[in-house]
């Protein structure tokens, strides 16, 4: 069983910086593909940024330049690092985890496997 947990998150000032961890226990695979995704209170839930299998980092528009993802010093684990926050950014953040993403690396649906979601909140 693939067990995938978030970490980090809370409140900061708009033009703060924030870090989120994830970390994935049970996968038996050598590929991956780990994303993080947000959902705002009454929004859709949104992509943010993903790490494919081969190494591919994708951003949302929303996020470039201001946030940063990467591989954690675990294997399988993966950290946001998020950086110049606006209110916007206001969501539950989630991790998510499936084999191999691709160009659907922002298709909610193409993910297997979700943490239960870590708060973030940004203040203007």
């Known amino acids: 069983q693939v067990?995938?947990?978030?970490?980090?998150?809370?409140?900061?000032?708009?033009?703060?910086?924030?870090?989120?961890?994830?970390?994935?226990?049970?996968?038996?695979r050598t590929n991956f593909c780990m994303a993080w995704f947000r959902q705002a209170p009454g929004k859709e839930r949104e992509a943010v940024a993903a790490i494919d299998s081969d190494g591919t980092i994708s951003y949302a528009d929303s996020v470039k330049g201001r946030f940063t993802i990467s591989q954690g010093d675990?294997?399988?684990?993966?950290?946001?690092?998020?950086?110049?926050l606006k209110a916007e950014d206001t969501a539950m953040y989630?991790?998510?985890a499936t084999w191999a993403c691709g160009r659907g690396w922002a298709?909610?649906?193409v993910y297997g496997y979700w943490g239960q979601g870590t708060q973030v909140t940004v203040s203007s």
């Open 3 to 28: 067990n995938v947990e978030e970490s980090g998150g809370g409140s900061a000032q708009a033009g703060g910086s924030l870090r989120l961890s994830c970390a994935t226990s049970g996968w038996t």
């Open 107 to 109: 298709a909610a649906k």
């Open 94 to 96: 989630y991790c998510a």
């Open 74 to 84: 675990a294997k399988n684990t993966l950290i946001l690092q998020m950086d110049s």
